[in-house]
């Protein structure tokens, strides 16, 4: 094979690693089986080994691909550097990786630690003097993103150590199957799009700006090695897995020393036969040199160290029929295609439906009825369609074709810039209505008190909801028969609703559910338009002149208002009263100004103190900047201080200092 030829594969196979990495790590998607990831990147590291004129530096072979989000991102430098692992899929293969450390202990095979592989997302705790200072992700493996309010969040974290000196404890964050399952069954409750498997969730999950929401997932962790280490005498990873307990961290209850190939085969076979029975995920066994000194001995490659390695299990496969697809509206208006299978026993239970994702998936699929298919389970407990077998295709079978309209509605579908989802925008939907009218009368939108989940439901059933609109054209004594409430109960309803028409511009704005249009972003709308017919006629280019107003909102907002649907609603909520005034906000000292807050609050939650500065005028930034004006510091405050001390024009002042600036 000429050069050129060889060249162009290597390339080729850079450039899909690179996009895999990309997804998984910094969006938190896996488009493919762990396997046949690994499988490209066996095949790529062995080209370079077979071709070393090609091999590049900034070849993923070479790299740990970055976890941070983007350029915005807080970032911390590791004191110590972290590494990934290197990974076998076959004992022939775990067999000569063994030979290759015995080489380096005088031939003979030293004594190693076997551990269940967590399919989690890795983390690093910084200590000083037994206090937790911060928490980063891996990162580039030089540094990472700063994550540290999320995890103080976390019960299996200690927040303080019996330990004086500096130690960078490191470990895997992840999602209890119970808890993902759980997740899972609101999302679809709620109509929205399912996440695929529990490792997906926890990346996603600690990048959260919203500390609360991070909590109510109910992540955990469990810690297994050491970065920096100050006046630590810990010889072995025994050692520290003791160390780590004794200190207040969850360490694996699984792992095991081993002497022999023999010992390991048999942890592996072992724990792949029983993995299900397990509260958590794991995709694997990771293999280690107990000893320390032997660790530093042996060493590392540019991203892997050569003492440890990952013996991954591959994912069970089953074929079955296609027997249909059918096409879900989402509470957001998102369509998530379905596929339905002949039933399959595979990874511990029974499957009749897997997911499909999206239209680019059932493109590269080229999916037709009644197709043999093989479906994929471990590591997704979401079973996943990731191969037809075109051999066995029946003649002249129907292709499976995304809609281009709402399967509910008939709407025109939209798909989200530079995505891959399609929406059904129509704000009447009826597979979306009922999460629409909760949404559109609940405290934080138009705040109708009486107007519950319950009656929301008989209304809608009874078709006296068919539109948002038709909140104000109720049939009051209809609803006295149907739900059997007491006169004074409607009565109140009905003053309530009368009530919610006079409603702030922002409070309506959001209640209208606007895709990716929050009560934060209805708010920096209304302030800056003043009118909801601005709005509406605002153009893509001036949405993106707002500062914190981004392409997907603007995208978003402008497809929402082009929806001639949409325009009627309008149009009839302001014939039945519906004011859609802004309201300007009172002056006060902060009127305008701009806050951002780090560290523990001692008298403030920290949702408490962000509703007065918005109430009194003031606004929540996302980051340091030079846009920012007051940075509040509470205890133990992050990487946001020494940034901010950086920038002369922020002033730094503590809670005793803002409470004397709005008093």
């Keep these: 094979m000429s050069d050129i030829f060889i060249w162009s594969e290597i390339e080729e196979l850079r450039k899909k690693i690179k996009e895999y990495d990309l997804a998984y790590y910094r969006d938190s998607n896996s488009k493919i089986s762990d396997y046949e990831y690994d499988q490209l990147f066996k095949k790529l590291k062995d080209l370079e080994k077979q071709y070393p004129e090609f091999k590049e530096s900034d070849s993923p072979t070479e790299k740990i691909t970055s976890d941070i989000s983007n350029e915005k991102s807080a970032v911390i430098p590791h004191k110590k550097r972290m590494y990934s692992l290197g990974n076998t899929y076959s004992m022939e293969e775990l067999k000569a990786a063994l030979n290759r450390i015995s080489k380096e202990n005088d031939s003979v095979l030293p ?27 891996r990162g580039d493996g030089f540094e990472g993103e700063d994550v540290t309010q999320n995890i103080k969040e976390l019960k299996s974290i200690p927040q303080k150590i019996n330990f004086k000196g500096k130690i960078e404890i490191r470990g895997e964050i992840f999602l209890p199957i119970a808890a993902f399952e759980k997740i899972n069954k609101l999302r679809e409750k709620n109509g929205e799009t399912l996440f695929a498997n529990p490792r997906n969730v926890a990346a996603g999950s600690i ?164 197709d043999t298919v093989k479906i994929i389970k471990s590591g997704e407990i979401i079973p996943k369609i990731i191969e037809v077998d075109k051999t066995k295709r029946v003649p002249n079978s129907e292709k499976v074709r995304f809609p281009k309209v709402c399967p509910s509605c008939g709407s025109v579908l939209e798909r989200e810039p530079e995505g891959v989802i399609y929406y059904c ?21 138009m705040d109708i008190d009486g107007l519950g989940e319950s009656l929301v439901s008989k209304l809608i059933d009874k078709k006296l909801i068919e539109k948002i609109e038709d909140i104000y054209n109720l049939d009051y004594q209809k609803i006295v028969s149907l739900d059997k409430l007491a006169e004074k109960s409607v009565e109140n309803l009905k003053i309530a609703i009368e009530k919610s028409k006079n409603q702030p511009l922002h409070k309506v704005l959001f209640g209208l559910g ?53 325009i009627q609603t309008l149009e009839k909520l302001k014939e039945v009263g519906v004011k859609f005034e802004y309201i300007e906000s009172e002056k006060t000292k902060i009127s305008g100004k701009t806050f951002l807050i780090t560290g523990t609050l001692k008298n403030y939650k920290r949702n408490e103190i962000k509703n007065m500065i918005e109430r009194l005028g003031g606004k929540i930034l996302s980051s340091v900047s030079k846009n920012l004006d007051f940075l509040i510091v509470g205890e133990k405050p992050g990487s946001k201080l020494s940034k901010a001390q950086k920038i002369p024009s922020i002033k730094i002042i503590n809670e005793e200092e803002f409470k004397e600036l709005v008093d």
């Design 207 to 370: 990048k959260l700006k919203d500390s609360k929401l991070f909590a109510e997932r109910n992540l955990t962790a469990t810690m297994y090695t050491i970065g920096i280490a100050e006046g630590i005498n810990i010889k072995s990873q025994e050692e520290l897995f003791e160390f780590l307990k004794n200190n207040g961290f969850s360490i694996s209850n699984f792992s095991q020393k081993v002497n022999s190939f023999e010992e390991i085969k048999n942890y592996c076979d072992k724990w792949e036969k029983q993995r299900s029975e397990l509260s958590f995920e794991i995709d694997g066994v990771v293999i280690k040199v107990n000893s320390f000194e032997l660790q530093e001995k042996i060493g590392y490659t540019a991203k892997n160290p050569k003492w440890a390695f990952a013996y991954k299990f591959k994912a069970e496969e089953k074929y079955t029929k296609l027997l249909g697809a059918t096409f879900q509206v989402g509470r957001t208006g998102a369509i998530t295609p379905v596929a339905h299978l002949q039933p399959v026993f595979i990874s511990g239970s029974t499957v009749s439906r897997a997911t499909l994702h999206n239209s680019d998936e059932i493109k590269r699929l080229d999916l037709h009825l009644n």
């Design 514 to 566: 606007i895709r990716f249009v929050g009560a934060k972003t209805s708010k920096i709308l209304a302030d800056y338009f003043k009118s909801i017919d601005r709005i509406k006629n605002a153009t893509y280019e001036e949405l993106l002149d707002i500062e914190e107003i981004g392409e997907k909102i603007a995208e978003s907002v402008v497809n929402f208002f082009k929806s001639e649907t949409n």
């Design 425 to 445: 925008n129509n704000i009447n939907c009826p597979a979306q209505l009922k999460r629409k009218v909760e949404h559109f009368v609940s405290r934080d939108t």
């Design 111 to 137: 004594e190693l630690i076997c551990e269940l592989k967590i399919d989690g997302f890795s983390i690093n705790l910084y200590y000083e003097d037994g206090n937790l200072i911060y928490a980063s992700t």
